[in-house]
């Protein structure tokens, strides 16, 4: 988590929100434009008590989503735009952006060699370190720690690698938050280990996951349709938070190479990558061992009633016992 209490305000680019981000990049282009879209966000900020803003443009420079406008010189647009913006709001308002784990792409596309720039006006950035593989046959890790096969096919899309590169880049740790998600994918797959990957397996009436729209589950529904069952008695040494076993037909796979697991049935023919309190809480004590700003979940509609993936991640960066 955050190691401060913030309400803000968020411009999402998700599918729900195309329409938004669709837009960005026009938005920040012009010395006129970036000063109308912020004195916007002020407006927002000031009508609303905020005590941030956070900019979610899926992506600078390259395409995101299907129609967004794109512009090779939309990072160093953003940039200027964010050094305005620092400057219209208050100076205790938080200024933060997500982005992926590379860092912001030149006019070639290529990630940026130098972003410090970028951290004089933000407060953090948020890695999101997630949907590295969705629902897909072969299926792949969700939000891999790392890359500890050296074999993966995306080997700068997890949370060690996206700390190397932005801190290469002269962003400075303190001012990294990891996005640690809540949900998986279910695929419709019969394979007994992870794109690119070589599991160690830990084998567990039969039942098949249903998914939401574009095969994600939350993992709080992979209790609820029993595919996985809390183990009270059962305890993670590290942690010492509930274990969650296999259930229903499933069993449950560990990926040394990405620190994540993963639920197989072959009677239903699924595959569902996942986090759980044991894979959040490796990564959550790597932020902590790095010097990270914190984590961010997402989101937390997703953990169980009793906040196991919220407790473990708080455990392991000693913020409660």
């Avoid at 473990?312 to 000693?318: D, E, L, N, P, V």
């Amino acid at each position: 988590m955050v190691r401060k209490q913030v309400s803000s305000f968020s411009l999402y680019s998700s599918s729900d929100f195309t329409s938004y981000v669709r837009y960005f990049s026009p938005a920040v282009r012009t010395p006129e434009s970036r000063r109308v879209f912020a004195e916007n966000i002020l407006a927002a900020y000031n009508a609303f008590n905020l005590d941030g803003i956070d900019l979610d443009w899926e992506y600078p420079g390259h395409q995101g989503a299907e129609g967004n406008l794109v512009d090779p010189h939309d990072t160093a647009n953003f940039l200027l735009f964010l050094q305005y913006l620092r400057t219209v709001l208050p100076p205790c308002a938080r200024i933060s952006a997500a982005a992926q784990t590379l860092p912001f792409v030149d006019a070639q596309e290529q990630p940026l060699q130098d972003v410090s720039d970028f951290a004089d006006s933000l407060d953090w950035v948020l890695i999101m370190n997630y949907d590295v593989w969705g629902s897909s046959s072969p299926p792949g890790p969700n939000s891999p720690l790392h890359d500890g096969c050296g074999n993966s096919t995306q080997a700068d899309a997890n949370a060690v690698a996206a700390y190397n590169a932005w801190t290469s880049a002269g962003f400075p740790a303190s001012k990294l938050v990891l996005g640690i998600p809540s949900y998986g994918y279910v695929s419709t797959s019969n394979s007994t280990r992870l794109k690119t990957r070589s599991p160690r397996r830990q084998v567990r009436s039969s039942v098949k996951v249903v998914d939401e729209d574009g095969g994600q589950v939350q993992f709080r529904d992979l209790l609820s349709q029993g595919a996985l069952v809390r183990c009270e008695d059962a305890r993670d040494e590290e942690s010492r938070s509930p274990t969650f076993a296999a259930y229903g037909g499933f069993e449950r796979n560990w990926d040394d190479c990405s620190c994540t697991p993963f639920l197989r049935s072959s009677s239903s023919g699924q595959v569902v990558t996942y986090d759980d309190p044991v894979s959040v809480r490796i990564k959550a004590a790597f932020v902590k061992e790095v010097g990270m700003l914190g984590t961010n979940m997402f989101d937390i509609h997703g953990d169980t009633d009793q906040w196991d993936l919220t407790d473990s991640i708080r455990k392991a960066m000693g913020l409660t016992t």
